[in-house]
Every structure is written in structure tokens, then in C-alpha cells.
């Protein structure tokens, strides 16, 4: 299944579920679909994504040092699944927009 994130700022993104869920997680989101975020909370959530990405990104740096295998490498990494929707966020927080998601 797939999850659209849509905003007036910006065109749609469309994701698996399990990473749009993870990603609301990351936003501190309850994961409710539909839902939303209203403008107002738009920068808080577009600065938790952001720190949660650079955390996940950090302990993938360490764990790639300890040991990583060719398998590892050819994953698709946390930050270039969250990019979209971190521009979507900031274009939202730039214009004062909302940004909803629903199933596809």
C-alpha cells in the first residue's frame, strides 16, 4: 500500500507505508492515516524529521564502520527516502501551508 503526502506548496509525494510511517514516527506523529499537520506545526515537524534522519544517518555511519557487507550498501538509505518529504516540509513552512496524508 501506499501512503500521498500533499500540500499546497508543493506537488505530491507518494511512499510505501511502512517508510511513510516511519517517517511520521520520526516527526513524533501519532502515524493516524489520513491525518495532517497544520501550518503552525509544520517547522516543529520538519525540524524532528531533520534530527531523527541525522541520528539515523549517524548510527549508519558508525555501524558501516564496524562491518558492512555489498547487501548493505545497495539499500536505499533513511535520508534519501526522507529528502522529499523534507523539502515538501520546508517549502510548506516557507509559503505557511499544511501538509495531509491519506492512503492511496
Known amino acids: 500500500m501506499a501512503i500521498i503526502f500533499s500540500s499546497n506548496a508543493t506537488g505530491n509525494i507518494i511512499m510505501f ?13 501519532s502515524g493516524t492515516i489520513p491525518s495532517a499537520i497544520a501550518a503552525k ?5 520538519l525540524a524532528r524529521l531533520k534530527a531523527a534522519v541525522e541520528l539515523s544517518d549517524n ?7 564496524v562491518g558492512a557487507n555489498i547487501e548493505d550498501e545497495s539499500r536505499v538509505s533513511i ?8 523539502q515538501m516540509l520546508t517549502r510548506a513552512v516557507e509559503e505557511g501551508c499544511g501538509v495531509i496524508w491519506r492512503k492511496q
Open 41 to 45: 506545526d509544520v517547522a516543529t515537524a
Open 59 to 65: 548510527q549508519k555511519t558508525i555501524q558501516i564502520g
Open 79 to 86: 535520508v534519501s527516502r526522507a529528502f522529499p518529504l523534507i
Open 17 to 29: 507505508s511502512d517508510v511513510a510511517e516511519q517517517m511520521l514516527k520520526m516527526m513524533e506523529h
